[in-house]
């Protein structure tokens, strides 16, 4: 079975300060780990996703996240804040094989002028 | 490209009353998702389709929740009757490429159900 926890429910930074988001997940076979982003009344939007390729992946908006296998994680990172991240990032895993797709509870992102 | 459509936005009712939502997903998008995101939790799939034809409904109350899509377009997702833990925002998502569970999904905007 496969789930992903997200460490830290409120997370605040200052503008233009480094921005750490924290996933790691539980998975029983090699996973597909993924970020999305929510802004308020809306849909989610893809930041970035890794599928077995390189472990440091690129996203949108200035967004990269790293797969460690070793310590089962896929931290969310981008070197400078900006006033437009603050929203909700939602990290989420699926198996290689089947069709499930589960989501962590997510991290409020809180940008400080 | 138009996005994922979803109706109505915001909807109210009374514990035992029906409701249903309506989804447009995007243009020759083959899977579509109902998700239901609870206040503080993450988004939870209920229901995966695929063209007109379920892939996974493990996770659908079966007992008050129910979903369509008949011509393997739009969709709509009926509860009956709703109880008070049915409050959340159902979102619908899609995504183009059949059977493959890396692909982009493609969220609508939700709609968020009260239950008084």
């Known amino acids: 079975a496969q789930s992903v926890t997200q460490l830290g429910s409120h997370v605040s930074v200052s503008e233009g300060a480094l921005v750490l988001l924290r996933c790691n997940y539980s998975?029983?076979?090699?996973?597909?780990l993924f970020w999305y982003v929510q802004y308020p009344n809306q849909g989610l939007q893809l930041l970035l996703k890794?599928?077995?390729?390189?472990?440091l992946v690129k996203g949108i908006n200035g967004f990269e996240a790293e797969f460690k296998k070793s310590e089962t994680s896929f931290h969310l990172t981008k070197p400078s804040a900006h006033m437009s991240d603050a929203a909700e990032y939602f990290c989420a895993v699926s198996a290689l094989t089947g069709n499930q797709f589960y989501f962590g509870t997510g991290t409020s992102l809180t940008v400080i002028p | 490209e138009a996005g994922v459509a979803q109706s109505p936005r915001y909807k109210i009712i009374e514990k035992r009353q029906s409701v249903a939502f309506w989804c447009n997903p995007i243009?020759?998008?083959?899977?579509l998702y109902w998700y239901q995101q609870i206040l503080g939790q993450g988004p939870k799939l209920l229901i995966q389709f695929q063209n007109n034809g379920v892939v996974d409904d493990s996770q659908l109350p079966k007992d008050r929740f129910s979903a369509e899509r008949l011509k393997g377009v739009d969709s709509t997702l009926k509860i009956q009757p709703a109880k008070l833990e049915d409050s959340a925002v159902y979102l619908c998502?899609?995504?183009?490429?059949?059977?493959?569970?890396?692909?982009?999904?493609?969220f609508g905007p939700g709609t968020r159900l009260t239950v008084l």
């Open positions: 243009s020759g998008h083959a899977t």
């Open positions: 998975s029983s076979v090699p996973p597909y």
């Open positions: 890794y599928t077995s390729a390189a472990t």
């Open positions: 998502a899609s995504s183009s490429i059949p059977g493959q569970v890396t692909d982009t999904q493609y």
